[in-house]
């Protein structure tokens, strides 16, 4: 397999695409990852952003475009929104003020954008951002076809450490894998791709193609991915941020804590990382750590029959009598009304 890549970073995103050969007895499909930073506090220029690197993604033929975590609204690395054990200072509430006015409502005009952009540039696209519901906030991943529609999202079950004092906690009823004519798609989010029985779950739901929108640009990330490919038997596509001090905005209004006064503005604050893994454990593209960069891979549909002969982990290889799994994948609500439940079933037929 050959590796092509285009200009060095300094002249623009960086296409990297493998060469997988001419096999025309199975489909193959282009994807490609998004390795940029999103606009901190800016969602209207980051979404010009997001049409720009997808529109560059589909002049090189892309098919299924895959952002980063938190790429809409942003992934507040390095602030601790003034908490600590039994204290929130004003200055961190302001904070969460303006994070939370950076986040976008699902379904919303944001949402519809992004849909839009799918259909014009006739890829499928899975989007992170911050989704907005009320005054809670949670990491998201949406997921838009190649006609511009919304086929719904999923929402981290599992926010990591601090996070789980900006993020509500997804249930089980965002958990999807969505059948499409490039195949089985669905998505986990940074560190919830830790969790087995999660990961059980979606295999189950037959995917594919594993999107794994990321903020962990550590060495150890890739293992969790090629264990993934390997395991699920699917393509894995891990996205992440390549993202600078400068990215955010400078201090006092944005602190990174504990290490400010070691950062310059040309300061790596997240490498990257974003890469794609075959269901054999190749890595097809990436990982890549030196920009922001357009990270592409042909992606031959016949590899996952060929690592399913000899690993089917929902399959072959399960022992059900030994070990199951149950999914609760309803939604759930902190408040029902007796009187909305009554008025249903009291409505004619």
């Not at 193959?28 to 997808?54: C, G, H, M, N, W």
């Not at 395991?231 to 944005?254: H, I, M, T, W």
């Amino acid at each position: 397999m050959a590796l092509v890549p285009t200009p060095a970073v300094n002249e623009g995103p960086l296409f990297a695409e493998v060469d997988m050969g001419d096999n025309s007895s199975t489909p193959t499909v282009r994807a490609t990852v998004v390795q940029a930073s999103t606009i901190f506090y800016d969602t209207p220029a980051t979404l010009v952003k997001a049409e720009r690197l997808l529109a560059e993604a589909a002049s090189y033929g892309a098919q299924l475009v895959v952002f980063p975590e938190a790429f809409i609204g942003g992934y507040p690395r390095g602030s601790t929104f003034g908490v600590s054990i039994g204290n929130r200072t004003a200055k961190g509430k302001e904070e969460f003020r303006k994070y939370h006015a950076s986040a976008i409502d699902v379904p919303g005009p944001e949402v519809d954008r992004l849909a839009a952009m799918a259909g014009k540039y006739k890829v499928y696209l899975v989007m992170g951002v911050i989704e907005r519901d009320g005054y809670t906030l949670y990491c998201t991943v949406l997921f838009f076809d190649s006609q511009g529609h919304f086929l719904g999202k999923h929402r981290k079950i599992m926010p990591t450490a601090l996070e789980r004092i900006i993020w509500g906690f997804g249930d089980g009823s965002t958990i999807p894998v969505y059948d499409t004519p490039l195949g089985k798609i669905g998505a986990a989010i940074c560190w919830e791709n830790r969790m087995p029985l999660l990961r059980t779950a979606m295999y189950a739901k037959g995917i594919e193609i594993y999107c794994a929108p990321t903020a962990d640009s550590r060495d150890v990330w890739q293992a969790s991915m090629t264990h993934i490919a390997l395991e699920g038997g699917c393509f894995v596509l891990s996205a992440n941020q390549f993202c600078r001090r400068k990215d955010y905005p400078p201090p006092p209004e944005y602190v990174f804590s504990g290490t400010e006064e070691d950062l310059t503005p040309d300061s790596i604050v997240c490498a990257g990382g974003s890469v794609i893994i075959s269901p054999s454990g190749a890595v097809l593209a990436g990982p890549n750590y030196e920009g922001e960069a357009l990270i592409s891979a042909d992606l031959d549909l016949g590899e996952i029959a060929r690592a399913k002969f000899d690993f089917d982990v929902v399959g072959h290889y399960a022992r059900p009598e030994v070990l199951s799994l149950i999914v609760r994948d309803h939604a759930v609500s902190p408040v029902s009304f007796t009187s909305t439940s009554s008025k249903a079933e009291s409505s004619p037929k």
